[in-house]
Nanobody, 125 residues
Framework: QVQLVESGGGLVQAGGSLRLSCAAS????????MGWFRQAPGKEREFVAA????????YYADSVKARFTVSRDNAKNTVYLQMNDLKSEDTAVYYC??????????????????WGQGTQVTVSS
């Protein structure tokens, strides 16, 4: 298991930007596909973005494509989520997650074994 700690959430106006960070510790960070998920009140947790452990390939939910960018710095054991042009529907608790040597394609929450505590993102309209 890897330990994950998110930071960077907050309150922002619609159209604004935030950058979330997720610091990992405990295991070899480069072996993990890192994902970002979010959960709004009364809704299920949903996939937002991921960056693979091999080649650093990125994947996005359709709802955030062209607005969000996921990146990683293996030297700092950190994954980032740059969120631009934020909308009110982006309001949620955002979670960082890790899956070791992930080779799947579904990016379901059940595929990820390690989770952070979450950070609140609130977008005011």
């Amino acid at each position: 298991q890897v330990q994950l700690v998110e930071s960077g959430g907050g309150l922002v106006q619609a159209g604004g930007s935030l950058r979330l960070s997720c610091a990992a510790s405990g295991r070899t960070f480069s072996a993990y596909t890192m994902g970002w998920f979010r959960q709004a009140p009364g809704k299920e947790r949903e996939f937002v973005a991921a960056i693979s452990w091999i080649f650093g390939r990125t994947y996005y939910a359709d709802s955030v494509k062209a607005r969000f960018t996921v990146s990683r710095d293996n030297a700092k054991n950190t994954v980032y989520l740059q969120m631009n042009d934020l909308k009110s529907e982006d309001t949620a608790v955002y979670y960082c997650a890790a899956a070791e040597y992930y080779r799947g394609s579904s990016y379901s929450p059940s595929d990820f074994g390690s989770w952070g505590q979450g950070t609140q993102v609130t977008v005011s309209s």
